[in-house]
């Protein structure tokens, strides 16, 4: 079946049913895709056998094996609906993900099926994926899906609060396959877990729709990432967050360049990442835009600024709209050293003014699909801004708004300009409470190979030979770590930095007072801040 005849996603697996090139590689293994259909065919009639009552709701925690991608075809097909579990929740956070989206059956295996033990799953199944067994055959499919049915509920990754299940429908997933020029010939290297949407829209649902590999990797390593592409032949590889950090800062091999990747992927990857990536392996980084939600999309464009978010998709109206007066936001201006000098002005929440049609709300939460809804306009919760040509740039999430001293800004502008201390390799920057006043003062975590060596003279002399400094921006405290924290996609968990702020052990320094230097932060020193903020900071003022 050709890509322009997809209506549902059971479509896009059975465009593959009679297709004997090779679907997928896992650990030394191949599958071709008329292969890798028949399994999801047996899957989908075994899943239909584990419960009683129509499609199932199958929650799955595994990692990235060959039986998750057979889950997700098997549920393509039947009608059924996959909940990617992920992993790295623990205890009544993963029970309630599962109640929460009325899972059935939950597959897992032997590793992981000690995170659900004690759990209360109410008369939710555990079923162990071996218990597939291999030589049953494929039967009647449960149903017939159609474009509007749900198949997949996406977890969003709970960055300013508890998760939202995000709905895919059928129809949706038809569009994803082919909405990147893949051919037959490609092969796709997917590392990135599959119950985040990076990995499922950026790589398995093309593939399906276009033909192409899967290489599938049980989970990332940034160690053997660039051997494996290279002896798989893989010429596409997805990530997101700081994996593809993780891999600049491997040793250096004599082979780096010796692949066939033509692009990587990589939102929300820093742009001195994205040039290390390609000077060492030669090959063209791209980063774009996109959410679980799938409203609004940037997709890169030849020529933009390589810290610019991208074009919006093809007839989709985007623009940077203030939440409050509900105006379009004024383009960004800045002086000659750089400095944006309307900050207040220009930053605004990303919104796509006639996205609302490819929102398909999340589950069983209409209060946060109105939130999103708002006006007729999709909000996408992110923060960002246009400069004078009309070129769209991130500027963190709508949590990462910043107010010192009456002044509004946000934190992603702070972090790059931080990025540029040599010794840096990530930078998290969000606001932490004022012992004086109801506004923030600006916290930064800087990640460096030796936190020990980190010399808070030479940052303030850095901060002080940065034209582009804003008046406001230069941290009150900064911790130096080692490692920044990352969630399950490799994401920095600022909600946990946020949360420890300067009460942890690694090195802390800070200002006593403005234009102070910074100086280590004494035990004593958070013990007076700490009853400074209780005894004087006033609720919190809205913004």
């Known amino acids: 079946m050709a890509s322009e005849g997809f209506v549902t996603a059971a479509d896009v697996v059975r465009a593959r049913a009679g297709d004997t090139r090779v679907g997928l590689v896992f650990e030394g293994r191949l599958w071709t895709w008329a292969e890798v259909v028949s399994q999801m065919e047996s ?257 890169p464009k030849a020529g933009l600024p390589p810290d610019s978010l991208g074009s919006p998709l093809a007839g989709l109206d985007v623009a940077v709209v203030n939440a409050e007066t509900m105006e379009e936001c004024q383009p960004a201006h800045f002086d000659g050293s750089g400095h944006m000098v309307n900050a207040a002005q220009a930053i605004g929440e990303i919104v796509g003014r006639n996205a609302l049609g490819r929102f398909e709300g999340y589950y069983k939460n209409p209060e946060a699909a109105e939130q999103r809804s708002r006006n007729g306009w999709y909000w996408s919760g992110d923060l960002g801004y246009r400069d004078e040509n009309g070129v769209f740039y991130f500027a963190g999430r709508t949590i990462d708004w910043l107010r010192v001293d009456g002044e509004n800004f946000a934190s992603a502008p702070l972090e790059r300009l931080f990025g540029r201390f040599e010794p840096v390799t990530g930078v998290a920057v969000f606001g932490v409470p004022d012992e004086r006043t109801v506004d923030d003062q600006v916290m930064a975590v800087l990640e460096l190979p030796d936190p020990s060596a980190f010399d808070p003279a030479a940052f303030d002399e850095f901060l002080a030979a940065q034209p582009d400094l804003g008046t406001k921006w230069a941290p009150r405290y900064v911790r130096v770590v080692s490692q920044l924290p990352v969630g399950a996609t490799n994401k920095i968990d600022k909600q946990r930095l946020r949360q420890q702020s300067w009460r942890v052990d690694d090195l802390v320094f800070w200002r006593p007072a403005r234009r102070e230097p910074l100086r280590l932060m004494s035990p004593g020193d958070g013990a007076a801040l700490e009853k400074a903020i209780e005894a004087h900071r006033p609720p919190r003022a809205q913004r």
């Open 43 to 299: 899957w989908a009639a075994w899943l239909g056998r584990l419960t009683s009552e129509g499609p199932p709701h199958v929650g799955v925690l595994l990692d990235n094996v060959p039986e998750y991608l057979f889950a997700i075809g098997a549920a393509l097909l039947s009608g059924s609906v996959v909940v990617g579990l992920n992993s790295t929740r623990r205890g009544g956070e993963l029970a309630g993900d599962i109640s929460f989206t009325d899972c059935a059956v939950v597959l897992t295996d032997a590793g992981h099926r000690p995170l659900l033990d004690g759990l209360d799953l109410g008369s939710a199944r555990i079923v162990d994926v071996n218990e597939h067994p291999e030589t049953t055959r494929a039967g009647p499919w449960i149903g017939d899906p159609s474009p509007d049915d749900l198949a997949l509920l996406l977890f969003t990754a709970g960055s300013t609060g508890r998760p939202k299940a995000v709905r895919v429908t059928q129809r949706r997933i038809a569009g994803s396959a082919a909405a990147i020029g893949f051919s037959p010939d490609d092969v796709l290297y997917c590392a990135m877990p599959l119950f985040h949407g990076n990995a499922l829209f950026s790589s398995v649902f093309p593939a399906m729709g276009s033909g192409a590999s899967i290489v599938l990797r049980r989970r990332f390593s940034a160690s053997t990432c660039m051997s494996e592409i290279r002896s798989t032949s893989s010429t596409f590889f997805a990530t997101i967050g700081r994996a593809l950090s993780f891999i600049v800062n491997t040793p250096p091999d004599p082979a780096d360049r010796d692949h066939r990747l033509k692009v990587v992927l990589a939102p929300e990857s820093s742009v001195a990442d994205q040039a290390a990536f390609e000077l060492r392996f030669g090959c063209r980084v791209v980063a774009g835009y996109g959410s679980s939600e799938n409203a609004v999309v940037f997709v």
